[in-house]
């Protein structure tokens, strides 16, 4: 066994990170379960740019495996006024998971139908001691943007997947079984796939 850190922070990524990792011959351990504290500043221009950042920064901090991942929301009809690489900053670095979620949907006020569409995009970057060894890109199939939302289903970490949902199935993204993510071609098990693949090579 070998240990890989998974280099974020936020709750529901790392549990994500967890997932991608699991059964394979490798000790997944999160910052707070090490003695390192990295800072990255996420100034690519891409998911993929800001994800390798990410995990040659903590490879080379453990000198050690890391495995990072970056994503967003890409929403078509929003044009030049939105950009999926700042989707957890777009409202602001100060602000929280219910701002953000305001925010968006005060963005999309006045879309309606296909100008409300939105599919997700997901970079995972695979480094060692540094040197990024691997990156996967991955999104899903087109969901929409809810018009509303009940501040209970407010999903910590991923307050996006509150939002998307999916009216073929009459479900947001957070909602939906194994086999409903197959049928919208969810990112995450196409990435998991991915992992898998490579360490069988």
Sequence with gaps: MQDIILATTNPAKLARLRWLVEDLPLTPLSPAETAVNVTVIESGATHEENANLKAAAWSKAVDGLALSSDGGLVIPALGDGWDSVHTARFAGPEADDRQRTDALLE??????????????????????????????TRQSRDGAIAETFEPEQLVQGFWVFTLWWFPELGKRYVDLTPNELERVEDHWTWLRNDVREFWKR
């Design 107 to 136: 963005l999309m006020k006045g879309l309606s139908g296909k100008e409300r569409r939105a599919h997700w995009t997901e970079a995972i970057s695979l480094a060692d001691r540094g040197q990024v060894l691997k990156t996967w």
